[in-house]
């Protein structure tokens, strides 16, 4: 398969606890975004890279949150210090160059 | 000024008729409209997308229609079929960034 993976699917966890997602973006794409999903809402934009540089970053990811992208391959949000309030679906994408964005099967988070 | 707002929330359509969804938006930087088209537990999918220089454009049964005066753009999907059935998210993304601000989405049922 060459779409946009994500790891986990699902996540559960207790509040305060810190998570770690991961993904991998179709192999030739040099553009990766994260976004954050609601229930009932559309996706919110948190941040996105070119390579390995995070080139912006939302008002919406606090400092409890980081993403990484490293080799400029796959990407890893980390959220610390988990609250009730972050639980959403965590979807990853990816773009050539700015092209469309094709989106991963996301990562449904919640915290207990 | 951010926002993109979309209507209506639901939509409850018969095979074969005519599916329509609305968006409106304010800022004026925006130069890019496309839409997506999310089944559960799946991540959205661009179906089709629209720049401001046109006032329209079809693929196959979807049609984006796009009114720069009145700051608003819509989806009419032809001859409704049961595999349409999900939910549309219309957006829009300001020219030189990659960032895209999603509408709240509209959730198409389709009865055969």
Redesign the interface.
């Known amino acids: 398969d060459t779409g946009v993976s994500q790891d986990p699917r699902h996540k559960i966890t207790k509040r305060g606890q810190n998570v770690t997602f991961r993904c991998d973006p179709i192999s030739e794409h040099n553009r990766l975004y994260w976004y954050r999903q609601t229930l009932g809402q559309g996706p919110e934009f948190l941040t996105y890279f070119q390579n390995e540089a995070q080139l912006e970053k939302s008002r919406l990811l606090s400092d409890r949150f980081s993403a990484e992208r490293p080799k400029g391959s796959f990407s890893t949000l980390e959220i610390q210090r988990t609250e009730q309030g972050d639980s959403a679906m965590y979807l990853c994408a990816s773009s050539l160059n700015g092209g469309e964005q094709f989106f991963g099967p996301g990562t449904r988070l919640t915290v207990l | 000024q951010q926002q993109v707002k ?1 209507s209506p929330q639901s939509l409850i359509v018969q095979k074969g008729g005519i599916s329509i969804i609305n968006c409106a938006y304010e800022n004026t930087a925006f130069d890019y409209f ?1 839409w ?1 088209q999310q089944f559960p ?6 179906l089709i ?1 629209i720049r401001p220089d046109v006032s329209e454009k079809k693929e196959g049964r979807f049609t984006i229609s796009f009114n720069k005066s009145a700051k608003q753009f819509s989806l009419h999907i032809m001859d409704s079929q049961p595999g349409d059935s999900a939910t549309y ?1 219309c ?1 829009a993304s300001i020219e030189g ?9 509209t959730r198409l049922q389709v009865f055969p």
């Open positions: 979309q496309p997506y537990g799946k991540g959205p999918a661009l997308a998210f957006a960034t990659d960032k895209l601000i999603f509408g709240t989405g």
